[in-house]
């Protein structure tokens, strides 16, 4: 954008004002979330709100220490952002991998296809649900994600994770209001 005030002219930078992350939990498609190796009936203590909050809940796994999510969601997500995951200094997750967009995968599908992108956490990070950043660039026009649990931090045979977070812009329309002119010129 140009605006000229008395034949001098300077450029109007328009800045949008980015919405912080918020919680997408309002946007998982609940019927379609689906856990791998959990010990029946967990995968909802540690996604949802309210569930995810109390320590003593816990999605566990069940015949060892890996556990494959998969959650859908019900609009196309602008971008994750940042993502907590918690659980026990002990048996909480360790090695994770995520993948962008690629609906409902098995074990199998883990070893065939490149993550999106890998972290390993400390036992500290685990039990005090650090927030991690997310590479937005790979994570952009989200339609589901999937976290691979691949061990825990002691080798146990079962991980647990009291708490799972994922935080982003969702699909919303864009709202014009929101830009703000940088440069104050004379018409």
């Known amino acids: 954008w140009a ?4 034949s001098k002219s300077c450029l109007s930078r328009q800045t949008l004002s980015m919405a912080s992350p918020k919680d ?6 609940w019927s379609a ?9 967990t995968v909802v203590n540690a996604l949802k709100a309210g569930y995810r909050d109390q320590a003593e809940l816990f999605l566990e796994s069940d015949a060892d220490e890996q556990l494959l999510l998969n959650i859908p969601f019900n609009n196309k997500l602008k971008s994750l952002q940042a993502l907590v995951i918690q659980g026990p200094a002990d048996s909480g997750p360790r090695s994770i991998k995520l993948y962008a967009n690629r609906g409902h995968m098995g ?14 956490l400390t036992a500290e990070q685990v039990a005090a649900g650090e927030t991690l950043t997310i590479k937005q660039v790979k994570f952009a026009f989200l339609t589901s994600l999937s976290i691979f649990i691949e061990s825990n931090q002691s080798g146990e045979e079962v991980t647990k994770v009291s708490k799972i977070s994922i935080f982003g812009q969702s699909g919303e329309t864009f709202d014009v ?8 010129c004379d018409k």
Not at 33 to 41: D, M, P, R, T, Y
Not at 107 to 120: L, R, W, Y
């Open 107 to 120: 074990f199998s599908d883990v070893g065939t296809f490149p993550a999106s992108q890998e972290i390993t």
């Open 177 to 184: 209001s929101q830009i703000k002119s940088a440069c104050d």
């Open 24 to 29: 997408l939990t309002d946007f998982i498609d």
């Open 33 to 41: 979330v689906e856990c791998l190796n959990q010990k029946a009936g």
């Open 3 to 6: 605006c000229h005030a008395d």
